[in-house]
């Protein structure tokens, strides 16, 4: 498997590149879950936001996660892969708790989110798309020149 992208030319220092082998497969994922929880949240929240808010809240916030996660994927670059990183290792710890609750307590959320039951809904995608991704962006760290 190829190594990121870096080192410098023309005296500028390239940005780690994200963007390839697995990494590309993680931003056509993550991309696709935007659309998804974008989609979702906005529609919840227009048509039946009374009915279950806090699951509706949770979904729009899984859509900002993924947003933002294929955004720094596709930036590249140290300071991206370290937020990106962080972002992940966020929404992995909110797929935890909040599919440990919806699996405890059904009854809290009237209406399922993205994360509910660690992404059932969803092919289990929510709880597996982070910790590959974690992997990933551990393993494409910038290597010492």
């Known amino acids: 498997m190829a190594e990121p992208v870096t080192g ?16 590309l497969l993680l931003v056509w994922l993550y991309g696709v879950m935007s659309v998804g929880a974008v ?4 529609y919840q929240i227009l048509t039946d936001f009374g009915s279950a808010p806090l699951a509706h809240v949770l979904s729009a916030v899984a859509a900002v996660v993924y947003a933002f996660i294929t955004y720094t994927l596709v930036r590249g670059g140290e300071k991206a892969r370290r937020a990106a990183l962080v972002c992940c290792a966020a929404e992995l710890a909110g797929v935890l708790i909040v599919g440990t609750w919806t699996v405890l307590d059904p009854s809290a959320f009237p209406d399922s989110t993205v994360w509910s039951e660690y992404g059932m809904g969803y092919l ?14 551990r393993r494409s760290r910038r290597q010492p020149a």
């Open 39 to 42: 989609s979702r949240s906005v």
């Open 124 to 137: 289990f995608i929510p709880v597996l798309l982070p910790i590959t991704g974690m992997l990933w962006l």
């Open 8 to 23: 410098e030319k023309n005296g500028r220092q390239e940005r780690t590149r994200l963007v390839q082998g697995p990494g």
